[in-house]
């Protein structure tokens, strides 16, 4: 029997920015999920400085690593970076929409609004992750940001990505919904 494979499909927040692989969120919970007697082999598909557009124009190379379900988080970057809610809602539809049409189980991991403006309009923003999750039926992770981005000591210099002790506690937020998509994934073999 294949090893299920996990795409972490997302910004500097999967790809383990400032750190090293082994650190990285996808390394991290696929680790803590070995640690319960659970193979599974994480593919990490986190690029810094991406928004939800960019992933899109690289949505090939996540479906060609023929993985059996999909972590989608996408959206720091775009509020930090200006884009319109409307727009950011578009093409994370774009992404949901594509994964669930290759047969993928999602969860959608949303993120707090990080623009800097004061006229961006947040609360629309913070509104597109779960507003899409209730479209789509997916089960959502609130906010990537939430289990280490208020306390200090789990923080990279930058005051903004964690470092090794925040991406810790990141995976082991995620991990009972990493753990129910690769049961999600066993209920519901699919050829591949």
Same mark, same amino acid.
């Given at each position: 029997m294949s090893v299920p494979r996990l795409a972490f499909f997302g910004d500097s927040l999967f790809a383990g920015y400032g750190l090293a692989p082994n650190q990285?969120?996808?390394? /991290? +919970?696929?680790?803590?999920? /070995? +640690? !319960?007697?659970?193979?599974? /082999?994480?593919?990490?598909?986190?690029? %810094?400085?991406?928004?939800?557009a960019d992933g899109l124009r690289r949505l090939h190379r996540v479906?060609?690593?023929?993985?059996?379900?999909?972590?989608?988080e996408f959206g720091a970057n775009d509020s930090f970076q200006?884009? %319109?809610?409307?727009? +950011? !809602?578009?093409n994370l539809e774009a992404l949901v929409t594509a994964l669930r049409g290759a047969d993928l189980p999602v969860l959608l991991v949303g993120v707090r609004c990080l623009a800097f403006e004061d006229e961006y309009p947040a609360e629309a923003f913070e509104a597109v992750h779960p507003a899409l999750a209730k479209r789509h039926?997916?089960?959502?992770f609130p906010d990537i940001l939430a289990p280490y981005v208020? =306390?200090? =000591?789990l923080l990279l210099p930058d005051g903004l990505?964690?470092?090794? =002790?925040? +991406?810790?506690?990141?995976?082991r937020a995620l991990l009972p919904q990493a753990r129910d998509l690769l049961e999600t994934v066993a209920s519901n073999p699919l050829p591949r």
């Open positions: 990285a969120l996808p390394a /991290r +919970v696929e680790a803590l999920l /070995r +640690v !319960e007697g659970r193979e599974i /082999r994480a593919l990490n598909f986190g690029v %810094s400085g991406e928004t939800a479906l060609a690593g023929a993985p059996a379900a999909c972590l989608l200006g884009y %319109s809610p409307a727009e +950011v !809602e578009q039926g997916l089960p959502l208020e =306390d200090p =000591d990505h964690p470092n090794a =002790d925040g +991406v810790e506690a990141m995976a």
